[in-house]
């Protein structure tokens, strides 16, 4: 009985692995032994008590916390570059595309502008007071890559502040200035927030002085928008612009519930959509910058897959929620609690999970050392696995460089439309085939087939099909003849990560 390979083979994209084992950390600070900080937190949720007239009480509370700061550092720009300050907030630059020193950088001969020269240059952000002896909370890329910082608090004063710490990974820093008895901003509960809510962004957009807007919470828990690793943002339509980045989102009793991140905008002012940093998720950030000089993240050595409705039918799971691996590195506390591919993880300590992005946050907020129990389903089955936390490390965020094939490899081999071949030293070199990656190289998929549609395209590498190891293209071809049922299960390698993937078993029709 002849089955069509074409039709079992499938690819999905992941940019999530590009991350590598639960997550990267990009960590910029000296290890300290400080005291705990002395931060004021209510965890109350918002008081319902009817429509506020005027939101002037809670301002007057909330507006001296948040600061203007400014950074400076030394940068290479063109004569006759136009010197707005606005165009170097990091806020402008990541999200309102290319200003017009970059386009001359690119472009050296355009308007007849020749050389270049260095000097001093000024990026706008904000921050917000958070101790009352002058700890600031703020985001990493306002004052990333510094050398100067000048924190100028209402009313006018100014001081110098230096950086604790920083975190890259949630775009999270923190600053300290000498003083004492500054007004320091009450913390709430972010985890509180319902869409809906009404909130309010203070900060200092486009230079021109503090600034409040209102909006409400229009969702929770956003992420999968390649901002930061670690995201659960908070989405607003309060207005957020340029200068604003590390500014507060506070609710109607004037309690810290996020800091302002970053917006989407198609046009370079606000448009509705604004991004802000849970309190919840940045105040454990920035008390461990404070205390110890650094953030130590839990550590798992999974990397978990989003389950797709297929997937969930197929496993017989109740439903979508939860987060598959994929693969479980060697020598690493999943490996030694017994957790195997294809293994389902819906809940952790008794929390359950949405997917694998929510996997990842919430053992990335768990300090190394930590026992945790993961309820897993294999084959149908919940199981209790207990877990001993590793610590996440430094890990490369680099992946190779894709190229294409080839158009010729030789000993290759055509399966319906896919067409595999053995690996090589040479095609392992070019497609960044880690070495500990053995199977069937994918070298050419017929564009009409099914396995297009569904994803597969030349450079992966097939591992297994039916939970069956793939070793070379041979075996990939014996197996795939084999194969029995509707669909077959595919576990393949991308250069974004290993997917288990879910192939329709019928021949494509021409």
Request: no cysteine.
């Amino acid at each position: 009985m002849t089955k069509s390979f074409v039709s079992r083979l499938g690819w999905g994209l992941l940019a999530s692995w590009m991350l590598g084992n639960l997550g990267v950390v990009n960590l910029e600070a000296k290890t300290t032994n400080n005291p705990p900080l002395k931060l004021k937190i209510e965890n109350q949720a918002i008081s319902k008590v009817g429509e506020r007239m005027s939101f002037a009480p809670i301002i007057k509370k909330a507006s001296p916390s948040v600061v203007n700061i400014y950074s400076t550092k030394m940068v290479k720009v063109n004569p006759g570059t136009r010197g707005n300050p606005l165009y170097n907030d990091p806020l402008f630059r990541r999200f309102f595309g290319q200003i017009p020193e970059d386009e001359e950088e690119e472009n050296p001969n355009r308007g007849n502008r020749k050389g270049g020269r260095s000097r001093p240059e000024q990026s706008l952000g904000s921050g917000v007071i958070v101790t009352t002896d002058g700890y600031i909370m703020t985001n990493n890329h306002v004052v990333d890559g510094a050398d100067e910082i000048q924190v100028v608090l209402q009313g006018g004063r100014e001081f110098k502040a230096k950086v604790v710490g920083t975190d890259a990974p949630t775009d999270s820093a923190v600053l300290k200035i000498d003083a004492t008895d500054l007004p320091a901003l009450t913390l709430g509960n972010s985890d509180h927030l319902e869409v809906g809510d009404v909130v309010l962004a203070i900060g200092n957009p486009f230079g021109i002085g503090q600034t409040v807007t209102m909006g409400i919470v229009s969702a929770i828990g956003r992420g999968d928008l390649g901002i930061t690793a670690y995201e659960d943002f908070i989405q607003t339509d309060a207005s957020i612009n340029p200068g604003s980045s590390g500014g507060a989102l506070v609710d109607v009793e004037g309690r810290l519930v996020g800091i302002n991140t970053a917006i989407l905008s198609r046009t370079g002012g606000n448009q509705g959509v604004g991004f802000a940093v849970p309190i919840n998720m940045a105040r454990g950030v920035i008390e461990r910058l404070a205390t110890t000089g650094k953030v130590a993240r839990g550590f798992l050595g999974v990397k978990p897959d989003r389950i797709t409705a297929e997937q969930a039918k197929y496993f017989k799971l109740k439903d979508q929620n939860g987060a598959m691996v994929t693969e479980v590195s060697p020598k690493t506390p999943a490996e030694d609690a017994g957790l195997k591919p294809y293994d389902v993880i819906t809940e952790v300590n008794g929390k359950k999970i949405n997917d694998d992005r929510h996997l990842r946050l919430v053992v990335s907020q768990m300090s190394p050392g930590t026992i945790v129990v993961l309820k897993v389903t294999r084959d149908g089955k919940e199981s209790d696995f207990k877990v001993k936390l590793g610590e996440l490390g430094n890990r490369e965020l680099g992946q190779p460089e894709i190229k294409d094939l080839e158009p010729e490899i030789k000993d290759s081999d055509s399966l319906d439309g896919v067409e595999v071949g053995d690996i090589t030293p040479q095609n392992r070199k070019e497609l960044g085939i880690p070495p500990d990656i053995n199977g069937a190289l994918v070298t050419d998929v017929d564009e009409d087939s099914t396995s297009w549609k569904a994803g597969i395209r030349p450079g992966q590498v097939i591992l297994e099909l039916d939970r069956k190891t793939v070793t070379n293209a041979e075996e990939a071809i014996k197996q795939s003849a084999q194969a029995k049922g509707s669909q077959t299960m595919t576990r393949v390698w991308t250069r974004l990560g290993i997917r288990i993937l879910l192939i329709d078993n019928k021949k494509t029709e021409k």
